[in-house]
């Protein structure tokens, strides 16, 4: 069994490294608009939670306390509150289903990663597990 167990998404969304992000418009927790535009002057860590996953409420706790370059924006599915701990450092939107994460961003699973770059295109795989994850960001 994997170390890493994680949520199935849908595998039929394909993103690839150097495509732009295609449009999205959805609202954050705190009301803020978040579409492709804000992933274009900085980089950003898109991350993929689910409120039943362990790894990713201990991987909440961590980011909370990064002092990352990075603009960090998570995709949860489910209830806000299990990722209150990372409001300060991340935009979280609440995406039942991982509708827009798994169609945009190529989510695969959770907990999982992408990186997009300052001109909002997707620069890297999809990370999958907590320690691919901490690599993509240079975290050991």
Same mark, same amino acid.
């Given at each position: 069994?994997?170390?890493?167990?994680?949520?199935?998404?849908?595998?039929? &969304?394909?993103?690839?490294?150097?495509?732009?992000?295609?449009?999205?418009?959805?609202? +954050?927790?705190?009301? @803020?608009? #978040?579409? %492709?535009?804000?992933?274009?002057?900085?980089?950003?860590?898109?991350?993929? *939670?689910?409120?039943?996953?362990?790894?990713? %409420?201990?991987?909440? &706790? %961590?980011?909370?306390?990064?002092?990352?370059?990075? @603009?960090?924006?998570?995709?949860? +599915?489910?209830?806000?509150?299990?990722?209150?701990?990372?409001?300060?450092?991340?935009?979280?939107?609440? $995406?039942?289903?991982?509708?827009?994460?798994?169609?945009?961003?190529?989510?695969?699973?959770?907990?999982?990663?992408?990186?997009? $770059?300052?001109?909002?295109? #997707? &620069?890297? %795989?999809?990370? #999958?597990?907590?320690? &691919?994850? *901490?690599?993509?960001?240079?975290?050991?």
């Amino acid at each position: 069994a994997s170390q890493f167990p994680f949520v199935p998404l849908n595998t039929e &969304a394909r993103v690839r490294i150097g495509e732009t992000v295609s449009s999205f418009s959805v609202t +954050d927790t705190d009301g @803020q608009n #978040i579409d %492709e535009t804000k992933l274009r002057g900085k980089d950003s860590l898109i991350l993929f *939670w689910s409120k039943g996953c362990g790894h990713c %409420e201990s991987m909440a &706790a %961590e980011v909370a306390t990064l002092d990352l370059a990075l @603009q960090v924006i998570v995709f949860a +599915d489910g209830l806000k509150e299990a990722f209150d701990s990372v409001k300060h450092r991340a935009s979280i939107v609440q $995406d039942e289903g991982f509708a827009v994460a798994s169609m945009k961003f190529g989510a695969k699973g959770a907990p999982s990663a992408v990186l997009v $770059d300052s001109d909002g295109r #997707i &620069a890297s %795989e999809t990370a #999958i597990g907590t320690d &691919a994850i *901490w690599a993509l960001i240079g975290r050991s």
